[in-house]
Structure formats: C-alpha cells, structure tokens
C-alpha cells in the first residue's frame, strides 16, 4: 500500500538530529510504529521480514551445530526466580509480574519472561540423568520483557523485544566454555557476513556481566554517532544455575557430577544497529542479505513505448526471479519513476533496475547503487549473474563504510582526563588501562555518560598500558569506554 506522498521522505538530519532521524526512517520505511503502550512497538511486515532472514541466518547454524528449538511458558512462578537468589537480585527491577487471573488473585505471582533460564533449567534437570544425556542444546525464539526500560528507542530498547536464547548443558567446563565461544563465533559471523557491520568481540567486565555468571562475552558494534551497541552476549555460566536447579549427572564411573550451562542471546538491536548503521537521510539502506526486495525494476516508458519496456521488464523479473533474486517490478502507471525512485530509496531497496525505450533498443539495463547512487549500464545478456555480482559489491560498499567508521572510532587514553576529552569530542571507543576496579568507571559514567563495555576476551592479554588511567594503581586489563544504545 502507498504512504500518503506528503509522508514520502526524511526531513531530519542523522547528523546533526540523530534520535529524531532514526525515529522518521523507522516509521516512513515501514519498520515499526509506535504502540499505545509507553515503550512497546508495533513491528509492520517490513520490518518483521527483516527480522525473519536474521533469524534464518542465526537458526540454520545453530541447528548446523548441534541446537534444537523449543518452547517455554512466558510465565514463570516466583518460587522458580527465588531459587536462584542472584537472578532475583539482578532482575527483580526489570520484572513485570502478573498477580491475578480474570477476577481471582493467583496464589503465587508469576513474571512474565525477562530471561529463561530459571524456567528452562528446571526441566534440564528432569531430562538429564547420565553423561550420555550431554550435551544437551536447547533454543527458544520469543520475546521477553524488562519493564525498567525508560527511554525506549524501536528496536534498540523497548519494553518487549524479540530474541532468541540458548540454554546448553555440558559434562565439563571445556564442553560449556567450547559451547560459549561458539555461539559468540556466529553472532561476530552475524555481523560480518550479514549484517555488514564489523563487531569488536570482548567480555563484559566482572561488575556487568550477567547475573549468576562465570563469564559473559559479547560482540559490540559501533554506530556512526560514536555510540556502542551490545550486539549479542554469550554467558559461561558454571555451575551457578545447575547448582541452584539440581542439574547433576552420571559420569562414566557412576559418580554424580554437576552439569556446566551456558545461555546466549541475541536480539532485535541487532536491527537498530543495522538501521543507525548504513541509513542516510534519504531514508532506510539495507544489505541485500537482509532487504525485503533485493532489487527494484523501475519501468520507464510513454505512449509509444510501454508495451515493449513493460514486456522487456516482465523478461528481466522473471528471469531474476528464476534465479533467487528478491525482485519486484513497480509497474504502477499512477506513479511517476521519480516518485518510485524516492520511494524505494527510502524503503532502503539495494538495487534499482531502470527500463526505458533506450535500454529495450540497446538490450541493456541501467543498474543504480542504493548506498552511494552509482550508476552503471550493463548489457541485459547474464542478467542473473550480473545483478548478484552488483549486489555483492554493495554488500562490500556497505561492510567498507562500516569499518572505517570502527577503525576511526577506537582511541587510547592514558588519563582520565583524555578518556573524558575524547569521548567528549569524538566519541567512539576509548581504549585505557583499568585496575578492575567498578569504581574506577564510576567519573567517566557521571561525566560523559561513558562506561566500560567490554575488556579482551583474553584475561591474560597485557594492559595497553601499565597504570589504571583513573586512578594510577597497576592496570590488571584493558578497558574499552563508550557511550552506548
């Protein structure tokens, strides 16, 4: 269905307006609109289309490695949260509870799913009971609700969001920290062959992790405004969750040992990221991994003309079509071509085909470049083949522009005062020496809004520098700092 024309275009600037930007491109391409709810959204077709090729990325190499899909209740009894006190004590602000049911006041409160593990666990228990059980690989893809979420942005922070999370069971702490580096291989795999984003690929630091975690790791993905994205986490859980939830096996020798989890994430901010990322102020830009319409013919012709650009467009479909390509053909006479041009900008289409009386007579096609609006004629012979290589380099265009956005965008700082200048001034992120102490984050957190977002997966790597820039005692890591999404 159209938007009403005067809808069509971005006023704001992602410069200099980038909240307002964001907000239009979401809306006028058919992402997402605002719920009646504070904090919810209402995702459109398009925006779930994208959402659907990123899950059938991520669910083809999980089940490629060993993952099954499953389901549990969105409710889960408080006595199941109490079990595990740390889950308790780092959820509890961001659980929405339901208490009654119609008239009747429930017996025991239940939360509707902020996480799953304290549902999933439980039942991991019941299904394991010998060594040959494990490992044991669950998935679930669903959404689930953090109520604290205040200043909601579509897709990077909303009340309700969608996601997938693993739970995995293992015999030893090498199966499960084998399984951790795994599901973080494939969002860092995600970002670089999907999303055309290149990540950073850390750990969160002790005093961030999640709640009743070994060791949490994370893929972090830097936005033109100089601001961080958490781009999907992977937990090494030890045995905090089994120990809670009874999850005990029978080894070889028939002793009973304690089973090692581990749970990964990721989430609709991925789709943020993707937006904040390669968009412009025209509107919406999506890598052909992900775009609803890969390409777009739009047919020119007059009186004299339409029929035979109309069939020649028909020819070009249908073979692109025979060959996989996400094609469409505007053939809407009520439009002008630069009205549709505009509109599949805006929509964020990757390629536009142009088909005019030239281009029937000279058996050509005249290709446009949405990142960057290059434009190319190519003879019509290998159609396929030629539209493919094309979407390959926009595909490359896009991942380029990204990266040197990540390679300008990390800094070192040896003070906090050049942590807080560069920040300041540059944003991105800002590399310095860190004692490990949390209070150590706590000026740059109240000056610029800054924190520590992840250190080197490797615990043993040497600081960058040898004092902890804040407050000069021995730096144990390296710490990155950045504003974040």
Known sequence: MDEPEQELGITESKEYNTGDWYAEVVRKAQLADYAPMGGFIVTRPRGYAIWERIESHLDGWFKQTGVQNAYFPVFIPESYLEREKEIVEGFDPEVAWVTHGGYD???????????????????????IRSHRDLPLRL?????????????????????????????????????????????????????????????????????????????????????PDGKSVQGGTSHYLGT???????????????????????????????????????SDDQGLV???????????????????????VLEYAGEVE?????????????????????????????????????????????GELTLVHRP?????????????????????????????????????????AESREEILGTIGKHGGYVKAGWCGDEACEAPIKDAVAAEIVMV??????????????????????????????
């Open 105 to 127: 006041e429930l017996d025991e409160r239940l939360a509707v799913r902020p996480t799953s593990e304290s549902i999933i666990t439980p039942y991991v228990s019941q299904w």
């Open 139 to 223: 998935n679930q893809w669903c959404s689930v609700v953090r109520w604290e979420a205040t200043e909601t942005k579509p897709f990077f922070r909303t009340k309700e969001f969608l996601w997938q999370e693993g739970h995995t069971a293992h015999r030893d702490r090498e199966g499960a920290w084998e399984e951790t580096m795994t599901r973080l291989g494939q969002y860092e795999r995600l970002y670089n062959e999907v999303l055309a984003i290149p990540p950073l690929v850390g750990r969160k630091p002790e005093h961030d992790k999640f709640p009743g975690a070994d060791t949490t790791t994370t893929v972090e993905a830097l936005m």
């Open 240 to 278: 905090t969750f089994a120990d809670a939830f009874d999850v005990t096996y029978a080894d070889a020798d028939e002793r009973e040992r304690t089973a090692h989890t581990t749970s990964w994430g990721l989430s609709w901010r991925s789709m943020g990221a993707l937006i904040m990322t390669h």
């Open 286 to 308: 999506l890598p052909p991994t992900l775009a609803p319409e890969q390409a777009v013919i739009v047919p020119i012709w007059d009186d004299q003309s339409k029929a035979a």
């Open 318 to 362: 249908r073979t692109l079509t025979e060959a996989g390509v996400r094609v469409h053909l505007d053939d809407r006479e009520n439009r002008t071509p630069g009205f549709k041009y505009n509109e599949w900008e805006l929509k964020g289409v990757p390629l536009r085909i142009e088909v005019g009386p030239n281009e029937v007579a000279d």
């Open 372 to 412: 960057d609006g290059e434009t190319m004629t190519v003879d019509s012979a290998g159609t396929a083949g030629t539209v493919d290589e094309h979407l390959e380099t926009i595909y490359a265009k896009l991942y380029d522009a990204a990266e040197q956005t990540l390679e300008a965008g990390i800094r070192e």
């Open 456 to 485: 080197p997966l490797d615990p043993d790597e040497e600081p960058i520098h040898e004092a902890c820039a804040i407050c000069g005692e021995p730096a144990a890591e390296t710490a990155y700092f950045a504003r974040t999404y």
